[in-house]
């Protein structure tokens, strides 16, 4: 029996140890939604798997159908952040992650969720923060993915922050509207219900 090859990329959510050596892993695909995989010896150290799936990281990859599950046989790390230097990003965008985890569910593709996720894992990669800085991008960051997925309203103050890309001016310009954004956030996280 052959198996098709699915060429994607994806963010690593989280992981989980299995047996000796493997892992399972929860993986944010921009083709095939959330996908739950098993990659076999990727703990070991001479593993071509192991630093392609990082928990937190973007990564290109290859992924087999298994009649019952997914099977990881390649992966290539394309946007990480340093555990030593960039602890308050991981910080960020682990929050980030975990959010995007609890509102998506099974196997269901979501291209506007998954382009704002790659925009602000790029931006938030090469951007220098002051820890003010930080909390805004979170913010935003934020609510941008709850409109992605269909939980922020039309407001017309925010709406230009969350259709423009990321960018350091639009980041500065977004100060005084940080207010009105998390109470839409808190709003929108009430109503969920997560």
Do not use: C
Not at 60 to 74: A, E, F, N, P, Y
């Amino acid at each position: 029996m052959s198996y098709h090859l699915y060429n994607t990329t994806g963010f690593v959510l989280r992981s989980a140890d299995l047996g000796e050596a493997n892992k399972l892993l929860f993986i944010f695909t921009e083709n095939l939604g959330l996908v739950g995989a098993h990659a076999q010896s990727a703990r070991k150290v001479s593993s071509k798997l192991r630093y392609g799936l990082r928990e937190y990281s973007f990564s290109r990859l290859s992924l087999i159908r298994g009649k019952t599950s997914w099977r990881l046989t390649d992966a290539e790390e394309i946007i990480s952040f340093s555990p030593t230097k960039e602890t308050q990003k991981i910080k960020v965008f682990a929050g980030i992650l975990s959010l995007v985890g609890r509102f998506v569910h099974g196997e269901e593709e979501n291209s506007a969720l998954f382009h704002e996720l790659k925009d602000a894992a790029a931006f938030l990669k090469d951007a220098k923060f002051t820890n003010d800085e930080l909390h805004r991008f979170e913010t935003l960051a934020v609510l941008k993915i709850l409109s992605a997925l269909g939980y922020i309203g039309e407001n017309k103050d925010l709406k230009f922050y969350i259709r423009t890309p990321f960018n350091a001016s639009m980041l500065e310009q977004f100060t005084p509207h940080r207010r009105s954004a998390l109470k839409e956030i808190n709003r929108a996280l009430e109503e969920s219900h997560l």
